[in-house]
């Protein structure tokens, strides 16, 4: 979330361009593509595990940094480990619906008790601290920056949750795919927007003083 607060906000950047949201969504179409025509569930993790694993050797193979590729590695690999755990395909997505929730969650509790959590990142990559508190201003750009985020998490458990209820595996592996990267990227956005200007207003010490 530190993109949220730079001088200049690049959804390029964010998303780790045109490479970014084709390393993040090609698992989850393999994934998809895979159960509707086998309609089980080993051979879709499979797949899915297979094209990350691709996706890295060819970052290796070019000489490329795999940090971004091995983040992702990781959220397939915990989803394919509680599918053949549970041994249902929808067991693929439950890693990421507890984490959504557990988003949820944090952000709401951080609003609840003053300390918002766009508030406390904010301070932490600008080195300002907490001095947003100090301001009523800041404080609710704070608060509605984090409403935004929270927005998403909730957004996301509202679509998805229900349709793993109804074991729609393949609408939540393309519900999953429209509300990834990109939705992720344009969120921060519209964040970003909210606080880049939402440091505390100089007072009157502050000002520059006329000459004399």
């Avoid at 179409?29 to 094209?51: C, H, K, L, R, Y």
């Amino acid at each position: 979330m530190a993109e949220a607060f730079a001088d200049e906000f690049s959804v390029s950047d964010t998303v780790g361009g045109w490479r970014g949201v084709v390393e993040s969504s090609l698992p989850g179409i393999a994934f998809v593509i895979a159960f509707v025509i086998d309609g089980g569930f080993q051979i879709p993790v499979i797949a899915a595990v297979a094209t990350m694993a691709v996706l890295i050797v060819v970052r290796l193979f070019q000489r490329q940094p795999i940090r971004q590729a091995l983040s992702g590695a990781i959220g397939v690999a915990i989803g394919a480990a509680w599918a053949f755990f549970v041994g249902e395909p929808e067991g693929f997505y439950v890693p990421g619906l507890y984490l959504n929730a557990a988003y949820a969650l944090g952000i709401g509790i951080s609003m609840i008790v003053g300390w918002p959590v766009v508030g406390v990142v904010w301070g932490l990559v600008t080195s300002r601290g907490s001095v947003w508190r100090e301001d009523r201003h800041a404080r609710r750009r704070m608060q509605g920056a984090s409403a935004v985020l929270l927005s998403l998490f909730v957004l996301k458990l509202a679509v998805q949750v229900p349709l793993y209820l109804a074991d729609q595996v393949a609408a939540l592996g393309v519900a999953r795919l429209v509300m990834g990267l990109p939705l992720y990227a344009l969120t921060l956005w519209v964040v970003w927007a909210m606080v880049r200007d939402a440091g505390p207003r100089p007072g009157p010490e502050d000002q520059p003083q006329s000459p004399r």
